[in-house]
C-alpha cells in the first residue's frame, strides 16, 4: 500500500511540464507623417520642421534621400527638431515607424537656402593713427585696442594644427530657456541639473561643435539622433513620460564623445510647496560638500569692461 | 480512545511517507517486490518521459476596421520509453485564459475541441488539424489576414479541466510531434500593445 504511495508521489513530482509563452503584437498602424512647416526660401544655415504623425513612433527624416536625425514622436504625434540647410534645395520627408509598421509622409517641405548676399565694402583708407588721438580718452565711437584684436579682416587666417596628446571633449551646451525653474548640483562635467515641468514635451536646444552626432536617451531609451547644424546648434523635441525622465545628451565628433545629463521630473503641475521642499533636501549635500547653485535663468548676460 | 488511535496511525503513515522520500531508491526497491509487470522497454513507473516546445509563439497583427488575423504553430515534442503511450494535454498558466496587456485584453474564443468555431475580432484560440471537431486541415501559418472559417476552440484556464491534446497507446522514443496551432484576430478597437498569456503542456505516461 505504501509502496504505492511512493509510487504516485514519485509520479507526482516526475510529471513533465513544459511552459510557453503565446504573445499577441497589436501594433497601431502608423500615420502618414504630415509637416506643419511650410516650404520657404531662406539665408539660414538651419530650421526647424514641425510635423504629426502617430504618437510615440519613431521618425526619420531625411534631407535630399540622406537621412539626417531620428526622434521620437510625442503623446499628440507631435515632433520637431531643428535642421541643417545645405546650400540649395533641401526637401526633407519623414517616416514614421513602430515595431510591425511604418509610413512615409506624402509631400516633403522642400526649404531653399540661398546663398548670402555680399555686399563688397567700401575701400577705407587707412590713416595713421595720430599722436593726438592715442592720448585721448577713447570714446564709444572709437576703436580701440582691445576692440582692434576682435576686428575680422578679410585675410585668411590660417591655424597651425595643434599637437593633441589626448582626447579633448567634445563641446557641448545645453540652453534651457528662459523662465524654467532648475537645479543644478555640482559643476563642470559632474554638474547635475534637474528640471520641473508639467509639460508632455520639451524642447531641447544645445550647441555643440559644428556637425557633431548629437544622440538623446531618456532613461536609456535612444529617442533622438541628429546633426548639429554647421554653427554646432541643435535642438529638438523630445516627449516626456510622467515621473522622472533622466535624459542624456551625447555629442560626438571624430571619435570623441561627451555626455550630458539633464533630468526632467515631469508632473501633471509643479506644486511650490514640492519645490520648496526640494531646496530643502540639497542643503544636506550642502553639509556634505557638493557645490550647490539653484537659478531662477540659466541665462546670463556678458558686460564688457 | 479511538481517536489517539488514529492519530497514531496518521503519525506511523506520515514517518513512512517521510522516509519514502529521503529514500526514494528503497522506495523503488520495494516496489520492485509488486512490480510483476515489465511493459517492454520500462516497468510502469520507471518510464522516462519528457515535453517540450518550440517556444514563444507571436502572432503580430496590424489590425483594420474589421477583423484582422494571424495563425502561428508551437511544436510539441513528446519522448517516452513507456509502451502504453502518454497523454499530452494543456491549460491556461492562469485563471485566466485571455492574453492580457494590463486592463486590455483578447478574450479566448467560446468554441470547444468537440464544437470549435471561427475566430471573431478580438479573440484567440488554438487548434490541432485532425484532432475532434476541428477538421483535418492542413492549417498553415498566415499573418493579417481576414477572417477565415478555419474553427478553432477556447483554452481551459487554470481551475478548468485541462484539453487533450494528444493521446497515445505505443512508445515515442524519438520523440512525437504535435502541431498546436493558435490564432488570434483584432480590429481597431483594440489598444495597441503587447498581449501575452502562459500555457502550460503536460505529458503523463499512460
Known sequence: ??????????????????????????????????????????????????GTTTADVSVAIKNNTQQVATIT?????????????????????ATGTNDCSSASSV?????????????????????????????????????TEADTE????????????????????????????????STTVGSGADARTTVRTSEKTIYLKGVSAPLAAITISNNDVKVASLTAASDGSFGVSIPLSGGTNILAIEASYGGITTTQILTYIRSEETNPVFIIGTIAATALVVAAGATIAIRNRLQSKQTRP | MKR??????????????????LFPAAALAADGQYGEGDYGACTYNTCGITVSSSGTVNLTIIPGSSATCTTQKDSVVVTTDASTGYNLSMNNAATTSSLLNGGSSIATTSGTQVSPIALTANTWGYRIDGLAGFGAGPTAAS??????ATSFAGI????????????????????????????????????????TSTIIYTAVVN
Open chain 2, 156 to 195: 481551459p484556464t487554470s481551475a478548468q479541466p485541462a484539453a487533450t491534446l494528444a493521446a497515445t497507446t505505443v512508445a515515442a522514443g524519438s520523440g512525437e510531434t504535435t502541431s498546436v496551432w493558435y490564432g488570434a484576430c483584432a480590429n481597431t478597437t483594440l489598444p495597441a500593445g503587447t498581449y
Open chain 1, 107 to 143: 509631400s516633403p517641405v522642400v526649404i531653399t537656402r540661398e546663398a548670402p548676399t555680399v555686399t563688397p565694402e567700401p575701400e577705407t583708407p587707412i590713416k595713421a593713427p595720430s599722436s593726438q588721438s592715442t592720448a585721448n580718452t577713447p570714446s564709444d565711437n572709437e576703436i
Open chain 2, 4 to 21: 489517539t488511535s488514529k492519530t497514531i496511525q496518521y503519525v506511523v503513515a506520515g514517518i513512512f511517507i517521510a522516509i519514502g522520500m
Open chain 1, 1 to 50: 500500500m505504501l509502496q504505492y504511495s511512493f509510487a504516485a508521489l514519485l509520479a507526482f513530482f516526475s510529471t513533465p511540464v513544459f511552459a510557453t509563452t503565446i504573445q499577441s503584437n497589436i501594433c497601431g498602424q502608423v500615420a502618414a507623417p504630415v509637416f506643419s512647416t511650410q516650404n520657404s526660401t531662406t539665408a539660414a544655415s538651419t530650421t526647424v520642421l514641425e
Open chain 1, 150 to 181: 576682435e576686428v575680422t579682416t578679410s585675410e585668411t587666417t590660417v591655424v597651425a594644427p595643434q599637437t593633441i596628446d589626448k582626447p579633448q571633449a567634445v563641446a557641448l551646451r545645453i540652453i534651457l530657456p528662459p523662465g524654467v525653474r
Open chain 2, 143 to 148: 499573418s493579417n489576414t481576414a477572417a477565415s
Open chain 1, 73 to 93: 514622436s510625442d503623446d499628440s504625434g507631435d515632433f520637431s527638431l531643428q535642421v541643417s540647410l545645405a546650400a540649395g534645395t533641401n526637401s526633407f520627408t
